[in-house]
């Protein structure tokens, strides 16, 4: 299959999620996360209508986002790409993805926020992030425990105003059935409706991949970020 023909199986899953959930179609954003991949492959995607891109190292989403921005001037087309930093993301190299990125789903520490809260004030943008939640408590991940999670938010809208704190992101142990991590969608959800309580700002919740994206829908996701299940033979 092709990558525009992955993306359109996709999307019927996603909306066939929603439709499950009883919820509204088109509520749910896909992700396509792009790393290895080349330009040649993500402007397909992009051709496709997946305009979503999320890269998990910021040297290789600058290098793309530049090469991105001289394709679309060859090709006299302008696409309206956002980009997503969807990785961990060191202070250090906060500075180079300042007025690029759309969200940084990744915050799980205030140094963190305040580097960013830095850079945005030197740049003079607001800066729409996530907190990065690990509910499994799995050491090789990054991510504060939910309980951590909204006295994080809280901290950052007393002490920051370029940083928006607009929801949570979530990585849940990999499992050969998606039926597995359902409670763990379920927990991050739990979390992330006691924080959105009083906070119109705090509306998405970016979780689920590609194993496991329909029941992440199921529970409650607004974003799902999907990779392999998009470049899987593409092109062939």
Same mark, same amino acid.
Request: hydrophobic share 40%; with cysteine; net charge negative.
């Given at each position: 299959?092709?990558?525009?023909?992955?993306?359109?199986?996709?999307?019927?899953?996603?909306?066939?999620?929603?439709?499950?959930?009883?919820?509204?179609?088109?509520?749910?954003?896909?992700?396509?996360?792009?790393?290895?991949?080349?330009?040649?492959?993500?402007?397909?995607?992009?051709?496709?209508?997946?305009?979503?891109?999320?890269?998990?190292?910021?040297?290789?989403?600058?290098?793309?986002?530049?090469?991105?921005?001289?394709?679309?001037?060859?090709?006299?087309?302008?696409?309206?790409?956002?980009?997503?930093?969807?990785?961990?993301?060191?202070?250090?190299?906060?500075?180079?993805?300042?007025?690029?990125?759309?969200?940084?789903?990744?915050?799980?520490?205030?140094?963190?926020?305040?580097?960013?809260?830095?850079?945005?004030?030197?740049?003079?943008?607001?800066?729409?992030?996530?907190?990065?939640?690990?509910?499994?408590?799995?050491?090789?991940?990054?991510?504060? &425990?939910?309980?951590?999670?909204?006295?994080?938010?809280?901290? $950052? %809208?007393? =002490?920051? @105003?370029? #940083?928006? !704190?607009?929801?949570?992101?979530?990585?849940?142990?990999?499992?050969?059935?998606?039926?597995?991590?359902?409670?763990?969608?379920?927990?991050?959800?739990?979390?992330?409706?006691?924080?959105?309580?009083?906070?119109?700002?705090?509306?998405?919740? &970016?979780?689920?991949?590609?194993?496991?994206?329909?029941?992440? $829908? %199921?529970? =409650?996701? @607004?974003? #799902?970020? !999907?990779?392999?299940?998009?470049?899987?033979?593409?092109?062939?």
């Amino acid at each position: 299959m092709t990558i525009a023909e992955n993306i359109r199986e996709i999307r019927g899953r996603i909306a066939a999620a929603e439709t499950r959930a009883g919820r509204a179609p088109g509520e749910v954003t896909l992700i396509c996360v792009t790393k290895t991949r080349t330009v040649e492959e993500m402007m397909e995607a992009v051709r496709a209508g997946a305009l979503d891109l999320g890269e998990n190292r910021v040297q290789e989403m600058t290098e793309k986002y530049a090469n991105m921005q001289d394709m679309a001037v060859v090709t006299e087309k302008k696409y309206n790409i956002k980009w997503h930093l969807i990785g961990q993301l060191q202070r250090n190299k906060v500075k180079y993805i300042i007025g690029k990125t759309t969200l940084i789903h990744s915050v799980d520490s205030f140094r963190l926020a305040e580097e960013i809260e830095r850079r945005a004030e030197e740049a003079g943008v607001d800066v729409d992030v996530l907190i990065q939640v690990n509910p499994a408590g799995e050491a090789q991940k990054a991510g504060v &425990s939910l309980p951590e999670a909204e006295a994080l938010v809280s901290e $950052i %809208e007393s =002490g920051l @105003t370029r #940083v928006q !704190v607009t929801g949570l992101m979530s990585v849940v142990p990999i499992a050969g059935d998606p039926e597995e991590v359902r409670g763990y969608f379920r927990e991050v959800k739990q979390a992330f409706d006691k924080i959105a309580i009083s906070r119109p700002a705090f509306r998405h919740l &970016s979780m689920g991949m590609t194993h496991d994206y329909e029941v992440a $829908i %199921e529970e =409650g996701a @607004t974003m #799902v970020r !999907v990779g392999t299940g998009i470049f899987r033979n593409g092109g062939q």
